[in-house]
């Protein structure tokens, strides 16, 4: 659990792989859109500070976390990036949908991990709250989406 006004995303960047070498997608959910627009610029700005080269990084958006397991499949497969972000924000209601679609989700993202070359990192918030979803998305506990983005860098050149 993470530390109260506790930001997790602080990194060393002399400790990070130079990434001016890699193409990197993202496969972003559209829906809950300002958490997922907020987790992406933490990765964007985080891949880019850590030398990746704009037109080496790749977007394409999706309709919602339940769909980024087929984007990130596609990407791979049409794209071949050295590793690619999925990111989403299922957040609770009062129904068992968000427990449908996280589980759906989780395990959908770690088929790809095991049946393709390719590393996918999961950086989709399950949030009770949409504070806590706000909080982890460049709020008081930082962004999710820079630690994708180190994350991603790491694995990309785990396997080169």
Request: hydrophobic share 40%.
């Amino acid at each position: 659990m993470a530390t109260a006004n506790r930001n997790l995303s602080h990194y060393d960047k002399d400790s990070i792989p130079d990434a001016s070498h890699l193409k990197i997608g993202i496969v972003v959910s559209e829906w809950n859109e300002e958490i997922t627009e907020g987790l992406y610029q933490g990765a964007h700005t985080t891949l880019v500070e850590c030398g990746l080269k704009e037109d080496q990084l790749l977007r394409w958006n999706v309709p919602g976390s339940f769909e980024l397991t087929f984007g990130c499949k596609k990407m791979i497969e049409e794209l071949k990036p050295d590793a690619v972000i999925a990111i989403g924000s299922v957040i609770r209601g009062e129904t068992q949908h968000f427990d449908f679609v996280c589980s759906a989700t989780a395990q959908g993202i770690k088929d790809l991990n095991v049946n393709t070359a390719t590393p996918v990192i999961f950086c989709v918030l399950t949030d009770d709250t949409l504070q806590q979803a706000k909080d982890r998305s460049g709020g008081t506990h930082g962004n999710k989406g820079t630690e994708a983005a180190i994350a991603a860098i790491k694995m990309a050149v785990l396997g080169k």
